[in-house]
């Protein structure tokens, strides 16, 4: 059985960091793309980062480009969401969620409908007080 756990959300100043994880089980991150979304109340679920399932690289999404990095420990079977510098506007729920079919850079980076992806966690939230 597919699972995703998401971990790490807190409340956190403007200009702090923090890094969520994602724990997987049922499946082998080894073979599989991952990204990481978020959402706020009211607006869609956004693309933050991905890690490819075709070749592994990675890659962030425009609003947080150069401030969020998306990183997978193979060993443990986790993901993590490494975030620097952050603003009030990165407040959300995040999420990690994967796909055995879709390439989940395809909803990060490419535009596709992040419904693409079958398998979601339930969320952790992170605030991110001015």
């Known amino acids: 059985q597919v699972k995703l756990v998401e971990s790490g959300g807190s409340l956190v100043q403007a200009g702090g960091s923090l890094r969520l994880s994602c724990r997987a089980s049922?499946?082998?991150?080894?073979?599989?793309?991952i990204g990481w979304f978020r959402q706020v109340p009211g607006k869609e679920r956004e693309g933050v980062a991905c890690?490819?399932?075709?070749?592994?690289?990675?890659y962030s999404g425009d609003s947080v480009k150069g401030r969020f990095t998306i990183s997978r420990d193979h060993d443990n079977n986790l993901v993590y969401l490494q975030m620097n510098n952050l603003k009030p506007e990165d407040t959300a729920v995040y999420f990690c969620?994967?796909?055995?079919?879709?390439?989940?850079?395809?909803?990060?980076?490419?535009?596709?409908?992040?419904?693409?992806?079958?398998?979601w966690g339930k969320g952790t939230r992170v605030t991110v007080s001015s």
């Open positions: 969620a994967t796909d055995f079919e879709t390439d989940p850079c395809n909803t990060v980076v490419r535009g596709w409908s992040v419904n693409a992806m079958d398998y």
């Open positions: 890690i490819s399932s075709s070749d592994g690289s990675s």
């Open positions: 049922g499946f082998d991150l080894d073979y599989f793309g």
